[in-house]
């Protein structure tokens, strides 16, 4: 059984609380290192090793540890090196540990579903391991697991706690898997552990392959003539749509909450891909019409229809609520993507070519 402490954790012994954030380089890994800094934490990330820089997202907050004493601290590791996790978990010795890092694109989780399995599923596995020893040496922690409305697939809207998992791709199936073990050890061993079942959430830091940073990068590009067409699998598809900055506050406010459990963070309204493009083409100025068009390789086997959350259980106990909606998080990203447009239009009449943006289209 898991022991209330009603205080969270460390709060009463003096010092700063310590977090562990895997998938730190990501959206949602920049954001709530923000948060964390921003009260008082001392913040470590899990960063895996690329042959470029894969630190862009928080280049802003990270400073040399040659010159300062850095509240924030990045460490190599990878979701499939669980000796890696042990040994960082050990030295880090983190009050909460946010599990963020996956591969956590559903298109191509169906052209890697073996890679993607083993960093959602396993990899979540060799995480909980190393916490279920790291607790029976005495410290208490206290663990977030992203999981997805991706895992109610065919279930029909509206999606709460309550409903069914029914998921579509192999990406859905690995965070079921993911969520099970988390039920499973939160059960079995005691552990302070938050499942987050967050519907899609956005923001200027999006990954450019998701649909709706792919629209609002289109949009920017086109409308300086950097691009003409926007190539997308499907107008139809509805999606509940809220702002990442909001959502991490979500994750957050889990770990503070005297018991764990399991948590819808949705915005409780659905907008289709086609809304989505109509509302951006139109915040720049632009007719749709004229650019956008169908390419089936960027449609999935097995699609999931309609998600639209309901997130009372969140709002009641833990008192969360989206502060930005969709018209704001569309307005927000295209302006972004303008001004992004505009520095490459700049570096373009300089002689500097950007990188392209390649989206592999192939099986
Ligand atoms: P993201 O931008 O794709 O970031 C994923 C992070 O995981 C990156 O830091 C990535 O590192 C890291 N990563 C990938 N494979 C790894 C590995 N093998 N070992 C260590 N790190 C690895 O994703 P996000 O949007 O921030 O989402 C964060 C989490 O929430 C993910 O688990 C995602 O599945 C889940 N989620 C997201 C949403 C959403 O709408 N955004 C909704 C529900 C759930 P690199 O920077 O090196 O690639
Ligand atoms: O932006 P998407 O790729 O996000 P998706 O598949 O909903 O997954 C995201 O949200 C999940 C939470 O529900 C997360 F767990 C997951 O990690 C990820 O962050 O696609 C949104 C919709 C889909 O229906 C897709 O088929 O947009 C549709 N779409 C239409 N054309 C497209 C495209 N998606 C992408 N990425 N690219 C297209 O060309």
Same mark, same amino acid.
């Given at each position: 059984?898991?022991?209330?402490?009603?205080?969270?954790?460390?709060?009463?012994?003096?010092?700063?609380?310590?977090?562990?954030?895997?998938?730190?380089?990501?959206?949602?890994?920049?954001?709530?290192?923000?948060?964390?800094?921003?009260?008082?934490?001392?913040?470590?990330?899990?960063?895996?090793?690329?042959?470029?820089?894969?630190?862009?997202?928080?280049?802003?907050?990270?400073?040399?540890?040659?010159?300062?004493?850095?509240?924030?601290?990045?460490?190599?590791?990878?979701?499939?090196?669980?000796?890696? &996790?042990?040994?960082?978990?050990?030295?880090?010795?983190?009050?909460?540990?946010?599990?963020?890092?996956? $591969?956590? !694109?559903?298109?191509?989780?169906?052209?890697?579903?073996?890679?993607?399995?083993?960093?959602?599923?396993?990899?979540?596995?060799?995480?909980?391991?190393?916490?279920?020893?790291?607790?029976?040496?005495?410290?208490?922690?206290?663990?977030? $697991?992203?999981?997805?409305?991706?895992?109610?697939?065919?279930?029909?809207?509206?999606?709460?706690?309550?409903?069914?998992?029914?998921?579509?791709?192999?990406?859905?199936?690995?965070?079921?898997?993911?969520?099970?073990?988390?039920?499973?050890?939160?059960?079995?061993?005691? &552990?302070?552990?938050?499942?987050?079942? &967050?519907?899609?959430?956005?923001?200027?830091?999006?990954?450019?392959?998701?649909?709706?940073?792919?629209?609002?990068?289109?949009?920017?590009?086109?409308?300086?003539?950097?691009?003409?067409?926007?190539?997308?699998?499907?107008?139809?598809?509805?999606?509940?749509?809220?702002?990442?900055?909001?959502?991490?506050?979500?994750?957050?406010?889990?770990? $503070?909450?005297?018991?764990?459990?399991?948590?819808?963070? #949705?915005?409780?309204?659905? !907008?289709?891909?086609?809304?989505?493009?109509?509302?951006?083409?139109? !915040?720049?100025?632009?007719?749709?019409?004229?650019?956008?068009?169908?390419?089936?390789?960027?449609?999935?086997?097995?699609?999931?229809?309609?998600?639209?959350?309901?997130?009372?259980?969140?709002?009641?106990?833990?008192?969360?609520?989206?502060?930005?909606?969709?018209?704001?998080?569309?307005?927000?990203?295209?302006?972004?993507?303008?001004?992004?447009?505009?520095?490459?239009?700049?570096?373009?009449?300089?002689?500097?070519?950007?990188?392209?943006?390649?989206?592999?289209?192939? #099986?």
């Amino acid at each position: 059984m898991f022991v209330s402490t009603e205080q969270p954790v460390a709060a009463t012994s003096g010092r700063a609380r310590a977090a562990l954030i895997t998938g730190i380089t990501g959206q949602d890994g920049s954001y709530l290192a923000e948060l964390l800094l921003s009260r008082g934490y001392h913040v470590h990330g899990l960063v895996r090793r690329s042959s470029t820089f894969n630190t862009e997202r928080i280049d802003a907050i990270y400073q040399d540890p040659h010159e300062h004493d850095p509240r924030l601290r990045l460490h190599y590791g990878d979701l499939s090196d669980a000796t890696g &996790l042990r040994r960082i978990i050990t030295a880090v010795a983190p009050d909460e540990i946010y599990t963020l890092a996956a $591969q956590s !694109h559903v298109k191509v989780s169906f052209q890697q579903p073996e890679y993607t399995a083993d960093v959602i599923a396993t990899g979540t596995l060799r995480l909980l391991e190393a916490v279920r020893d790291y607790q029976e040496s005495g410290r208490r922690v206290r663990l977030y $697991q992203a999981g997805s409305s991706e895992m109610f697939g065919g279930s029909p809207p509206p999606q709460s706690e309550q409903t069914r998992f029914t998921p579509r791709s192999p990406y859905a199936v690995a965070k079921v898997a993911a969520h099970g073990f988390a039920v499973n050890y939160r059960e079995a061993y005691g &552990l302070f552990i938050a499942n987050g079942i &967050l519907f899609n959430h956005e923001s200027p830091r999006r990954g450019e392959t998701f649909v709706t940073r792919k629209v609002t990068r289109a949009v920017g590009r086109i409308k300086l003539g950097l691009q003409d067409k926007l190539y997308l699998g499907t107008l139809d598809a509805r999606r509940d749509w809220g702002f990442a900055g909001d959502y991490v506050e979500a994750m957050w406010l889990m770990l $503070q909450a005297g018991q764990p459990d399991d948590y819808v963070i #949705a915005t409780g309204r659905s !907008h289709s891909v086609r809304e989505l493009v109509e509302l951006a083409f139109a !915040h720049a100025g632009l007719d749709w019409q004229e650019h956008v068009a169908l390419d089936p390789r960027y449609l999935r086997p097995t699609e999931v229809e309609h998600l639209c959350g309901d997130a009372s259980k969140a709002r009641e106990r833990l008192g969360w609520r989206p502060r930005i909606g969709f018209e704001e998080l569309v307005r927000m990203m295209v302006d972004h993507d303008l001004r992004l447009a505009e520095q490459e239009l700049t570096l373009r009449r300089a002689g500097y070519a950007p990188p392209r943006l390649l989206e592999p289209t192939h #099986a």
